[in-house]
């Protein structure tokens, strides 16, 4: 009798590991590798996820403006950039399996005049030319050598800037940069051949972020309109050659467009054949 019961006991705990439930990983490291990356299909145009493996932990932006009164009165705008965790000039990690342009003079800052189509600039002292005169406000933000945004909260600057002669008569109230905030940063211009494979759709938002029952962008392409509710980098696919209209406008959570400067925002771009 001793016998069976010393042999019954490992055949109970065989049962039991055979009906216990496996264990699943809980970490952020396995949550972030099986994490579904966002993907909409409309009118044969498709918008994917763009995930990009180097994520520049601690990168970090600070702006200075260093602009002579000559430059102002001529409306430029001259900017001093100091980088923490991030290399000007550098080619991003993969950046030549990704299928966007990828800019042959490396990483590099955008510089964002009034939500105006970006400055690229890849050296730490630049200056850009503003429309007109007036105050102006001014977006810097880091990006890849393929220009998909670092979105960390540190990775860009925001400032508002006077610049020509009426500053001398004219009196500007400061604009409030406390609120929500939408730049349209990419695509821009011309794409050729393979670029025109998969163009990136981006954009840096500022004192907000997107959820579904939150803030959300609407992004109406040739028309076809698609609501975003991730803050990503995303590749749009099966975009006609010739002219195509990309426009960008921030909602609330109600679905309602957000009282902001230059929101909406639309842009024009062309793809062409190699």
């Not at 002579?68 to 100091?82: A, C, F, H």
């Not at 990690?93 to 009034?114: E, F, T």
């Not at 939500?115 to 690229?120: C, G």
């Not at 960390?152 to 610049?163: P, Q, R």
Request: charged share 20%; glycine share 6%; with cysteine.
């Amino acid at each position: 009798m001793k016998k069976l019961f010393l042999l019954f006991i490992p055949l109970l705990a065989i049962v039991f590991i055979a009906s216990s439930p496996k264990k699943t990983c809980e970490k952020k490291c396995c949550k972030k590798k099986t994490a579904q990356l966002m993907s909409y299909n409309k009118n044969g145009i498709t918008l994917t996820e763009l995930y990009s493996p180097e994520q520049f932990a601690g990168a970090a932006l600070q702006q200075g403006t260093v602009t002579s009164m000559e430059d102002l009165d001529n409306n430029k705008i001259s900017v001093q950039y100091t980088a923490s965790n991030y290399e000007f000039g550098k080619q991003t990690s993969m950046a030549g399996i990704k299928s966007c342009a990828n800019a042959a003079g490396g990483q590099h800052v955008h510089c964002i005049v009034d939500n105006q189509p970006y400055f690229a600039l890849y050296k730490p002292n630049e200056t850009v030319q503003a429309a007109g005169d007036g105050q102006h406000i001014v977006l810097s933000f880091l990006s890849r050598s393929y220009h998909e945004s670092i979105k960390h909260k540190d990775a860009f600057a925001l400032t508002t800037v006077i610049t020509g002669k009426s500053r001398y008569t004219a009196r500007y109230a400061a604009p409030d940069l406390s609120g929500p905030m939408l730049f349209f940063s990419r695509p821009k211009g011309e794409y050729k051949g393979s670029e025109t494979d998969a163009v990136l759709l981006d954009f840096y938002l500022v004192n907000c972020d997107l959820s579904p029952k939150g803030y959300k962008v609407k992004a109406e392409i040739n028309g076809t309109e698609f609501i975003l509710t991730k803050w990503a980098g995303f590749f749009m696919e099966g975009l006609p050659m010739g002219e195509n209209k990309i426009k960008l406008t921030l909602l609330d959570k109600d679905n309602k467009v957000v009282d902001t400067p230059n929101n909406p925002t639309e842009r024009k771009i062309t793809l062409k054949p190699a």
